[in-house]
């Protein structure tokens, strides 16, 4: 009969051998499986990507990485999702210079692969078709977007010529138009109050918020802060009293810049995302217009200490 030691010993042998072969099992299933491993550590990596440092890279599986050239090595187009793709702004590298509309349309040729993202998971590249009329101008005529198979498949929040392009857009994420994001304190409150009372004297009442959202637009370590904000009309429900949205350059409150108001009193305003259209100087800031009945997108570029709107805002928005 074996002794107490002999049995401790046996199993302490036991147990070493166990943890030895589980060790193999986990190099032999790494070498096995290396690349896809190394795929989804990278995809998992960029998904949660984020805010800071370098674009995030979303891979969706089985689809190719987006590696490649983007502004300035190479032309760029932007597209707002409606059924449709429809450009928000495009990059040419021959004249250097960013553009919006029809130019951004005839870069694009049919059969040429562009990227849909999702978000921070879930994209794709597809082939793009011919001109279309997008959903949101049903009944126009207007063939102001290209047609793609899928994109009822999922949510797709934007697109890309070439799919490298989703390397210069950062999108915002959707957290800031709710729950804690909102919460400032009354200084802040008070600062918006006098910034829109400086743009128009007569909205008075309590402020209140749509967005919250903190950004990087020119690399400084201190990010910029946008504020959607609004006052409601006491007496019509389906207007405001004001409505824009301003930035904090470097999070700095004393100096509230007013980046787009609106014209109608019946729309509010979010910030979509930052992107890098040229490669060049601040991020473009990429505005969504919601009312009612719809919405509209439009990109903005800073300049001095003023945003200047890039072409007209989509869905035929001139609100």
């Known amino acids: 009969m074996p002794t107490l030691r002999s049995c401790t010993w046996l199993l302490t042998l036991g147990l070493a051998l166990c943890s030895c072969k589980k060790g193999e099992d986990k190099a032999d299933d790494g070498k096995a499986d290396g690349k896809a491993a190394s795929k989804d550590t990278k995809g998992e990596a960029d998904a949660a990507g984020s805010d800071e440092g370098e674009a995030s890279l979303v891979v969706a599986e089985g689809d190719d990485n987006v590696d490649g050239p983007i502004p300035p090595e190479a032309s760029m187009v932007l597209f707002s999702i409606e059924g449709a793709l429809m450009p928000l702004a495009c990059f040419d590298k021959a004249s250097g210079a960013v553009k919006s509309g029809k130019a951004c349309l005839a870069m694009v040729k049919e059969g040429e692969a562009v990227r849909l993202d999702a978000g921070f998971s879930n994209a794709r590249n597809k082939s793009a078709g011919g001109p279309v009329v997008p959903q949101c101008l049903a009944g126009a005529g207007k063939e102001v977007a290209i047609g793609v198979e899928g994109l009822s498949d999922v949510n797709y929040k934007f697109a890309t010529w070439p799919p490298a ?73 389906e207007q405001y009293l004001w409505s824009g949205i301003f930035v904090a350059t470097d999070g700095k409150t004393d100096a509230l810049s007013l980046v787009e108001k609106s014209k109608s009193l019946k729309d509010i305003f979010e910030l979509r995302a930052t992107v890098d259209m040229d490669g060049k100087d601040a991020r473009e800031v990429w505005l969504r217009l919601v009312w009612a009945e719809g919405g509209g997108d439009r990109l903005y570029q800073k300049k001095g200490g003023a945003f200047e709107p890039l072409g007209q805002w989509t869905c035929g928005a001139a609100r």
Not at 199 to 209: F, R
Not at 218 to 226: C, I, L, R, Y
């Open 165 to 237: 392009g989703v390397r210069a857009v950062k999108l915002v994420k959707d957290d800031t138009m709710g729950g804690s994001a909102l919460s400032v304190d009354d200084d802040t409150k008070a600062k918006l109050l006098a910034a829109i009372q400086k743009n128009k004297a007569s909205a008075k009442g309590e402020v209140e918020l749509h967005q919250v959202a903190e950004v990087d637009l020119d690399g400084n370590p201190t990010k910029e802060v946008f504020y959607s904000v609004f006052i409601k009309n006491p007496k019509m429900s």
